[in-house]
């Protein structure tokens, strides 16, 4: 089975967020606004920036986002901003504020925010238009009036970035799934189009376990009121309904940028002010041990289902089985200092050079060894979704009871429906609550942490 490996632009909206920062920085320059302290005016209007464009969505600009939404988003964001770098001359009683001085500063930034939004949006249409960069391959399942309206849409609308590959009849007699399948594994397909109404639920459901397994996105023409049981995601192609059936709050830009910047501080912190006197103990005391090294690395499967070396605190004695089979209850392999560190889960501390240098993050789907995800692949549902996000070292599975051994088909099973969980509803607070519970489990001690 073959899976997709890459994937879009992740940086564009990053980078355009740290222009709007440099915007807000570097304009302060030439106005006199009176302002004692600032360093920390700047951090304000920065983190009131911040706050506004989440509150506001002002990042989640798509390919096919009409100029109308980017307008109302803009408006939205300027007056809140304004409101809020006015606020400040209250809040923190500021008195010697120019007012005016800080109104010609807030609609010069004004003006120079609107003018890259707008035209670094045009520039990106270009780009797709006239180089054919960030494009995205596609294909469309059934034939009526609104697939052909959506195929000329890709066809007509090159600034969208769609490469319409090809078009499965379901009435034809030759059609099948498998033919589909096989098109979109050897195409290269990034995005299934296709006509709820021409399908069985059976062929939807097919569709949709296939998407999901080999990382595919799937997207509905909205034809059968069925499929509207399900949470859905509304975007228009031009004048096209469509539904996305999984939404991800981290393929979002800012949202993974948030999440990076958490897991660097977070990680950092942790080898600076625990690992820096902690390693030289373990270490000691692994070597008085047994022979080997400090260290064990494993080929794992993270993003996008790329391969990673995951690397933790040796807890075993060196043998050729580590990396096909898992430690189980009174495993002889374990040595006695490595009991310890696994029951105390301080064996996975190494993992945090792995979120530090981006193949891991604190909080997600804990990553499997090769072999055990080849296995899953293709006997459980569904497991491939898990690789929407990075793995983690800890995640919502973990602390709801799935932690450890796989001692039965249930518990990956149960590891999965958490895990998507996790993907679908993930926010800050979420990571922050399963890293408190993962704290207070591993000095709790946990029944299958051995």
């Known amino acids: 089975m073959a899976y997709k490996q890459g994937r879009y632009s992740i940086y564009i909206k990053p980078l355009f967020g740290f222009i709007d920062f440099g915007i807000i920085i570097f304009t302060f320059l030439f106005f006199n606004i009176n302002v004692k302290n600032i360093p920390f005016f700047l951090t304000y209007a920065l983190l009131s920036w911040v706050v506004i464009s989440l509150s506001n969505h002002f990042y989640e600009i798509q390919r096919h986002t009409k100029m109308i939404h980017i307008a109302t988003l803009l408006l939205k964001q300027i007056i809140f901003l304004s409101v809020l770098l006015y606020a400040f001359i209250g809040f923190f009683k500021q ?42 391959n596609v294909i469309v399942v059934g034939k009526n ?15 969208f970035g769609y490469f319409f590959k090809a078009q499965f009849d ?44 080999n990382l595919r996105e799937l997207k509905f023409i909205p034809d059968n009121k069925e499929i509207f049981s399900k949470k859905l995601k509304y975007e228009y192609y031009d004048y096209i309904p469509i539904l996305s059936l999984r939404e991800i709050p981290l393929q979002e830009p800012i949202y993974k940028f948030l999440k990076r910047v958490f897991d660097i501080i977070f990680s950092s912190s942790v080898i600076i002010f625990i690992l820096s006197w902690l390693t030289p103990l373990v270490a000691i005391l692994i070597k008085l041990e047994s022979k080997g090294p400090v260290f064990f690395k494993q080929a794992r499967n993270g993003f996008n289902y790329k391969e990673f070396y995951c690397y933790k605190f040796r807890s075993m004695t060196p043998n050729s089985e580590a990396n096909f089979y898992q430690a189980t209850r009174g495993d002889q392999r374990i040595t006695n200092i490595g009991k310890f560190i696994r029951k105390t889960s301080i064996d996975e501390l190494p993992q945090f050079f792995n979120v530090l240098f981006g193949d891991m993050s604190v909080v997600g789907p804990r990553p499997h060894m090769v072999s055990h995800t080849d296995m899953y692949a293709k006997r459980i549902d569904k497991f491939m979704v898990r690789h929407f996000v990075k793995p983690g070292i800890t995640g919502l599975a973990q602390i709801s009871g799935y932690r450890g051994e796989v001692e039965t088909d249930k518990d990956i099973i149960g590891r999965v429906k958490f895990d998507i969980f996790y993907i679908e509803n993930w926010s800050l607070l979420l990571d922050l609550k399963i890293i408190f519970k993962t704290a207070i489990n591993a000095v709790k001690g946990e029944e299958k942490a051995y």
């Open 95 to 136: 008195p010697n504020i120019s007012r005016l001085a800080l109104g010609n500063y807030i609609v010069t930034v004004s003006l120079l925010l609107i003018l890259f939004k707008i035209s670094s949006f045009f520039l990106l249409k270009r780009y797709r238009a006239v180089l054919g960069g960030n494009r995205r």
């Open 145 to 159: 009036e609104k697939t052909r309206q959506l195929i000329e849409t890709f066809n007509k609308k090159s600034d």
């Open 170 to 213: 379901v009435n034809d007699s030759g059609f099948s799934l498998e033919k589909c399948f096989d098109f979109i594994i050897n195409n290269n397909i990034d995005e299934i189009y296709f006509s709820a109404r021409e399908l069985s639920n059976k062929q939807i459901i097919k569709l949709i376990d296939f998407a999901d397994n």
